[in-house]
């Protein structure tokens, strides 16, 4: 896969989004998720001749992006864990904007979650990553992967019956 920086910066904007969308959801930082996306595309310009097919780059820009968002995570003081950084942004949202407000519930939510079951929750259901291939870009056993992942749906279920009343239906 190794070429020129006209192909290196193809294969950036083709991926760009997907690298900083997984950051952005493992560190709920705009900012923070912004350098480690680049630090991850520059980590790949480094590593660019060890890549031998699009699903190789693929898998390598899922496990590096995981990995070096949760060590921007691991570097942050405790006081900035968890939801708090969104606290400025829920608040510029309309009450016109339900089912954006929603969304953001849920992006408090995954927040809440350990570094590692966020990622697995994110690498099921936003990139739709089965459990052994969440297990291979993690470098875990297939049994972690599952217990991350039912730990981490209890764990978002609970919140979500405290956090998400007002969105259910009422009969």
Known sequence: MAG???EFREIVEAHQARVYSI????????????EVAQDVF???YRAISGIVSDEHLTAWLRRVAVHRATDALRRRPRALYGAA??????AKLSHEAASF?????VEKLLLTLPPTQRAVVLLRYQEDLAPPEIAQVLAMPLATVKSHL???????RAGAQDRLKEYTRRG
């Open 23 to 34: 950051a952005y959801r493992i560190l709920g930082d705009r900012g923070t998720a912004e």
């Open 101 to 105: 407000a929603l969304a953001s519930e």
């Open 42 to 44: 520059l980590e790949l």
């Open 4 to 6: 020129s920086t006209l």
């Open 150 to 156: 039912q730990r981490a749906l209890k764990s978002l």
């Open 85 to 90: 950084e969104f606290g400025d942004w829920m």
